[in-house]
């Protein structure tokens, strides 16, 4: 039987019981005890241990739970646990940037949602095996003190090495403790600081002849500066509320309100652009095609796994 752990705002609670008692009449099994959970001082460990437990997290995305310190710890732990992540969109509020590639559903109508929900599921691993590292993620969530949400987010955030993002992966954990030195690395240390005061004393004649030579070229070493525009892909691909690939949607970039690049999806609904601009720039994305709803979309350049879901315009 598979086992959902449902991430919501308290003030979405009348759809996630709907959508709990939809999915409960497929047999599979939600866990949305909120007040079970957040009760108590060691309530973090119980949650790392509750979605570990868990094949996927359900987040119901709204405005409301995008300003849930609860919801964000959630989603983050199931991230950090690796495992998969099915955002429901109860409105138009778009997804945490770090979920920006994952298949979302829209949670209207009920039916169509349970089903979509079933559908993305990924096959059930192993009866009994649990997620990487989570021992070491769950016995870190153990240490926290703080039993406020937005106070146990800070607590995380101070450890150092220990709540960080790399790609759409989030590590918890500690840094290990530095190792004392030896009187190897010592004696290396010194000789390399040798070293570099008698390369340092024979480049003077050198650098003197070059200060002093009216035509001295300007420093090759010069480095471009980080916000340069330089070229830079962007690519993804765009589906029906069917799963099925949509083709011929007119995709433009704008940034900062000013318009980037335009392209359409292909035969398999994909896109693709080559774009110059500062690295990692903030953009805007806008999907438009006959028949269905506009998308507008935030993210950044530089992701080539931007997917998401367009659904028809109301008849």
């Known amino acids: 039987m598979r086992t959902l752990f449902l991430s919501y705002s308290s003030q979405d609670r009348e759809h996630a019981s709907l959508l709990a008692q939809g999915l409960a009449s497929h047999g599979i099994t939600v866990w949305q005890d909120q007040q079970q959970l957040h009760a108590g001082d060691r309530w973090p460990k119980k949650l790392g241990e509750a979605i570990a437990a868990s094949d996927?997290?359900?987040?119901?995305?709204?405005?409301p739970s995008s300003q849930s310190d609860f919801v964000e710890?959630?989603?983050?732990?199931?991230?950090?646990?690796?495992?998969?992540?099915?955002?429901?969109?109860?409105?138009?509020?778009?997804?945490?940037?770090?979920?920006a590639a994952v298949h979302s559903i829209a949670a209207a109508p009920l039916a169509d949602a349970v089903g979509k929900i079933i559908n993305v599921l990924a096959p059930q691993g192993p009866t009994g095996s649990p997620p990487p590292n989570s021992e070491k993620i769950i016995s870190q969530l153990a240490e926290v003190r703080a039993t406020n949400p937005s106070d146990v987010l800070k607590e995380l955030r101070q450890i150092q090495g220990s709540f960080y993002q790399a790609g759409r992966d989030i590590y918890i954990g500690t840094t290990p403790a530095p190792q004392p030195k030896t009187l190897l690395d010592k004696w290396q240390a010194w000789v390399a600081i040798v070293v570099g005061?008698?390369?340092?004393?024979?480049?003077?004649?050198?650098i003197r002849h070059t200060l002093d030579s009216p035509s001295?070229?300007?420093?090759?070493?010069?480095?471009?500066?980080?916000?340069?525009?330089?070229?830079?892909?962007?690519?993804?691909?765009?589906?029906?509320?069917?799963?099925?690939?949509?083709?011929?949607?007119?995709?433009?970039?704008?940034?900062?309100?000013?318009?980037?690049?335009?392209?359409?999806?292909d035969?398999?609904?994909?896109?693709?652009?080559?774009v110059t601009a500062p690295a990692e720039a903030d953009i805007t994305l806008i999907a438009q095609k006959e028949g269905f709803q506009t998308e507008?979309?935030?993210?950044?350049?530089g992701n080539t796994n931007f997917n998401f879901t367009m659904t028809g315009a109301p008849r």
């Not at 690519?235 to 000013?258: D, F, Y």
């Not at 035969?267 to 080559?274: S, Y």
């Not at 507008?296 to 350049?301: A, D, E, G």
């Open 73 to 99: 710890l959630e989603w983050i732990t199931a991230l950090a646990l690796k495992k998969q992540i099915v955002p429901c969109l109860l409105d138009d509020t778009p997804p945490p940037s770090s979920l």
């Open 267 to 274: 035969d398999l609904g994909h896109f693709n652009f080559q």
């Open 56 to 63: 996927a997290l359900l987040l119901l995305w709204s405005r």
């Open 296 to 301: 507008k979309r935030y993210t950044n350049l």
């Open 216 to 265: 001295a070229p300007a420093s090759a070493s010069a480095t471009t500066p980080s916000n340069q525009p330089r070229q830079q892909p962007f690519a993804g691909s765009i589906w029906t509320a069917a799963n099925n690939p949509l083709p011929g949607v007119k995709i433009s970039l704008l940034s900062n309100g000013t318009a980037l690049a335009t392209t359409q999806t």
């Open 197 to 206: 005061l008698l390369t340092a004393v024979s480049l003077i004649p050198a």
